[in-house]
């Protein structure tokens, strides 16, 4: 298994229910590739305030990386980034193996 974490920082003008469009495409998208376990989206809500400005985040678990490898270049992932990747001020990815 393997799980594809992205901390996102959103631009000053995206709306919330710009986020939530987006978040609804992301939950969508299991359907539409195989290998995706579990899609989770949300907001930070943490009270240390190390967030670093990155207020939401949404995870992804694989089968393998072989299916994230299959993802990353599939047609229902790149018509996600045309509406995804205008809203991004900042983002991190990073993936590991559970």
Same mark, same amino acid.
Do not use: W
């Given at each position: 298994m393997l799980r594809h974490i992205l &901390? *996102?920082?959103f631009?000053?003008?995206?709306?919330d /229910?710009? *986020? +939530?469009? %987006?978040? /609804?495409v992301f939950q969508s998208?299991?359907?539409k590739i195989p290998g995706i376990e579990t899609v989770s989206c949300g907001a930070n809500?943490?009270?240390?305030? &190390?967030?670093k400005?990155?207020?939401?985040? %949404?995870?992804?678990?694989?089968?393998d990386e072989a299916a994230? /490898?299959?993802? +990353?270049p599939h047609p229902a992932h790149e018509? &996600?980034?045309?509406?995804? %990747?205008?809203?991004?001020?900042?983002?991190i990815v990073f993936d590991y193996s559970l």
């Open positions: &901390l *996102i920082q631009t000053a003008t995206t709306q /229910d710009e *986020i +939530l469009d %987006v978040f /609804d998208i299991q359907d809500n943490s009270p240390e305030g &190390l967030n400005e990155y207020t939401h985040c %949404v995870t992804m678990d694989f089968t994230r /490898d299959i993802y +990353l018509e &996600l980034k045309q509406q995804f %990747v205008p809203m991004i001020e900042n983002i």
